[in-house]
């Protein structure tokens, strides 16, 4: 069993500041990718952040220079610092993982339970 448990959210002000946390846990063997997904009322899930095990990122021009992610390998944690909030950014935030949970296995998707994010304008 593998479970993703993100923590963080709430309601914030436009311009304003929030720190969204996930850990993995659980029969877990290796975390590639790791990452920060939403998806806002009557539109698909997006990626908002993605982190490998090494350090490399893909965040896409809507977020860049407002968001930040990082990793912790060894507690199998990711975090997300969003700064500059707009009112657009409202939306569920998920996090998503890469994983194997065993050396014969292959990666497979998992994700969290999801957070609300809430710009107030």
């Known amino acids: 069993q593998v479970q993703l448990v993100e923590s963080g959210g709430g309601l914030v002000q436009a311009g304003g500041s929030l720190r969204l946390s996930c850990a993995a846990s659980?029969?877990?063997?290796?975390?590639?990718?790791m990452g920060w997904y939403r998806q806002a009322p009557g539109n698909l899930r997006e990626l908002v952040a993605r982190?490998?095990?090494?350090?490399?990122?893909n965040i896409p021009d809507s977020v860049q220079g407002r968001f930040t992610i990082s990793r912790d390998n060894a507690k199998n944690t990711v975090s997300l610092r969003m700064n500059r909030l707009k009112p657009e950014d409202t939306a569920v935030y998920y996090c998503?993982?890469?994983?194997?949970?065993?050396?014969?296995?292959?990666?497979?998707?998992?994700w969290g339970q999801g957070t609300q994010v809430t710009v107030s304008s």
């Open positions: 659980g029969s877990i063997f290796s975390i590639n990718y």
């Open positions: 982190i490998s095990p090494g350090g490399s990122t």
């Open positions: 998503g993982a890469e994983i194997r949970v065993g050396v014969l296995s292959g990666y497979q998707d998992y």
